[in-house]
């Protein structure tokens, strides 16, 4: 509607001198008007000039004021004749009409305010204000002054009106045909195509971004963890079982039963199905043998140790249960020295926090040969730690169940100012190895650490829940830049 009035108007007309006034006209919201305009005028059916007005609006109390009077005059109706004490004229009007009103009503020396009681000093008052305002709100002639005065009140806010004049343009026609967008197979066998006309491509506008994957900073952090394994001559472990059994979780390791890691407190037990059926039998046995009377150079720890414990399922609480598996395997071959590493999810059942979740990932890294030693370890720390960017590391002696010696490792973070605990490592014990299998002169070294904390420092994030979980934010994953381990 608003288009064919604005095209059928030129079309008897040189110009449109005023959008507003010809809004009016033919009763028309002028910001529809405008909207069309602009249409219009991308096109060039008319050329548009802005026109700009200053008019002055009234502000919420202004508008108050023009509606209920002024707070001085309303003050000065509730004072009587005869006068009325302070007290009671508070209680007659509005807090704000008579902390207002006083003021103006004394400037106006229409009042006096005495200690005890108010009392009038004319008997009649006129409400310019309120005059004023209502002419403002008409839009009708106010001088200068009276609108200075509005102002330093806050009555009155300059408000600027934009419109647009127009004229004819180049392209003007008395009624536009629709651009057409897309050439279809219908505009093909009909032949309208031929009367069609087709909107410009704007070769310039930007087309919508294109969406694609985004790599979780865990998975990004593990990609350069694998690598670095790799490099080193390294074997991922299979990781797919997250379920496993008491037996390769804990006894194989030699761990107590007693533990306190194996209670329910600390662990996450499987309802169904609660056991496992599948344990080889005579490695079982053995290590019964060495929990219960020990052996291999130990006492073992001299209890009765049960088998309904060994066959609990679980979530597996860390992947050396993993490797326990695989060097069980190696030891029904003939002997070959292997490096082999994991990364992969485990779970247990700790209080949620900022640093602790009730599942995370995992970092091991066992090597396995004939003669090694504590020397070796460390220095294939120092070689491991190095890739990661950590060139100072610290050694503190420690216990595990399954490895002596043990040692935690620490690294001096730049950032924090002081030593962190990054690791934990060792030399898997006797009676853990022998029972498998292996000959009496091989050695296993192994260390392990999580993957979120080095993930968390490289990408400076303080609470793991914005790192894993329901409550990471997508954006991250988008944001994030490609992880650089060591540089």
């Known amino acids: ?20 006034e010809f809004a009016s006209q033919t009763k028309i919201d002028h910001n529809e008007i405008v909207n069309i305009i602009k249409s219009l005028h991308g096109f060039r059916l008319v050329d548009a000039q802005d026109i700009k007005r200053e008019k002055w609006v009234l502000t919420d109390e202004g508008n108050l004021y023009a509606a209920a009077g002024s707070p001085e005059v309303r003050l000065f109706l509730a004072v009587p004749p005869e006068g009325i004490s302070r007290e009671e004229l508070q209680r007659k009007v509005d807090p704000s009409v008579y902390k207002i009103g006083c003021s103006q009503a004394v400037k106006n020396k229409w009042l006096e305010m005495g200690k005890q009681q108010v009392s009038r000093k004319v008997q009649q008052v006129v409400d310019t204000v309120k005059d004023l305002l209502t002419r403002v709100q008409n839009e009708e002639a106010v001088s200068q002054a009276d609108i200075d005065s509005l102002k330093r009140r806050k ?21 536009r045909k629709k651009a057409a967008t897309d050439l279809t197979r219908e505009n093909l066998q009909r032949g309208d195509w031929k009367e069609l006309e087709f909107k410009e491509y704007n070769f310039n506008a930007k087309g919508q971004p294109t969406e694609g994957g985004h790599l979780h900073p865990l998975l ?55 056991t496992t059926k599948m344990l080889p039998e005579d490695y079982v046995e053995r290590v019964k043998g060495v929990h219960e009377h020990g ?19 679980l979530l597996r609480t860390h992947t050396t249960a993993v490797s326990s598996r695989m060097l069980y395997l190696l030891a029904q071959k003939p ?20 640093t602790h979740l009730a599942e995370f990932h995992q970092i091991e890294g066992l090597v396995c040969d004939r003669g090694l030693t504590l020397g070796d370890l460390m220095g294939v720390l120092d070689d491991f730690f190095s890739r990661l ?4 590391l610290r050694y503190k002696p420690t216990y595990n169940p399954y490895t002596e010696p043990s040692m935690e490792i620490f690294s001096y973070h730049e950032g924090f100012d002081k030593w962190v605990e990054i690791g934990n490592s060792g030399m898997f014990r006797p009676e853990m190895l022998l029972p498998m299998g292996l000959p009496d002169d091989v050695r296993v070294i192994a260390w392990g650490l999580s993957l979120e904390r080095p993930t968390m420092i490289l990408y400076g994030i303080d609470n793991i829940r914005d790192l894993f979980g329901h409550k990471v934010d997508l954006g991250l994953m988008k944001r994030n830049p490609i992880c650089r381990l060591g540089i």
Request: aromatic share 16%; glycine share 8%; charged share 25%.
């Open 1 to 20: 509607m608003a288009e064919e009035a604005i095209l059928g108007y030129l079309e008897k007309n040189d110009e449109i001198s005023d959008s507003g």
């Open 220 to 274: 990004k952090v593990r990609r350069q963890l694998q690598m670095i394994f790799l490099q080193m001559g390294f074997e991922e472990m299979p990781t797919n079982n997250f379920v496993e059994s008491s037996f390769w979780n804990f006894d194989a390791l030699f761990q107590p039963q007693q533990h306190p890691a194996r209670d329910s407190h600390d662990t996450f037990f499987l309802q169904t199905p609660s």
């Open 155 to 175: 009555l009155v806010v300059a408000q600027t009106w934009k419109g647009y004049s127009l004229r004819k343009g180049p392209n003007y026609v008395p009624k």
């Open 389 to 392: 960017g950590m060139s100072n």
């Open 295 to 313: 052996g291999y150079g130990s006492r073992g720890y001299g209890y009765d140790w049960k088998r309904e414990e060994a066959n609990k399922n």
């Open 335 to 354: 002997f070959a020295p292997k490096k082999y590493y994991s990364i992969d999810r485990v779970f247990r059942n700790e209080a949620v926090d900022r």
